[in-house]
Nanobody, 125 residues
């Protein structure tokens, strides 16, 4: 599975931005998907996840709850992260990811078998 993320760039603090991730090579419609982010020198940090198998369950890190929304378009094999009220601490490289078979979302990186290359979000204040 290839995951191609896009939508990163420079975002003004307080503004909104939307990240997209499109899968190819295999369907990810039945598996859990998630977004993580990483600041240079730090570990990859969980941001948001969404269940597979047709479920709508979502999970968010406390730091983004109420501001970020994860969603998916099954037909397009796409996953999105809508970011609102972006803050300077949201600046990072954002990675989309999918599990190999697991439908339940997870906050652990080791539960995800497919990773995109990441897209950089820079926040200007």
């Amino acid at each position: 599975v290839q995951l191609q993320a896009s939508g990163g760039g420079v975002v003004q603090a307080g503004d909104s931005s939307k990240l997209s991730c499109v899968a190819s090579g295999r369907s990810i419609s039945q598996v859990a998907v998630a977004w993580f982010r990483q600041v240079s020198g730090n570990e990859r940090e969980f941001v948001a996840a969404m269940a597979g198998n047709g479920g709508s369950f979502t999970d968010y890190a406390d730091s983004v709850k109420g501001r970020f929304t994860i969603s998916r378009d099954i037909a397009k094999e796409a996953v999105y992260l809508q970011m609102r009220s972006v803050q300077p601490e949201d600046a990072a490289v954002y990675f989309c990811t999918a599990t190999r078979y697991r439908g339940a979302p997870s906050r652990a990186t080791y539960d995800y078998g497919y990773w995109g290359r990441g897209t950089l979000v820079t926040v200007s204040s």
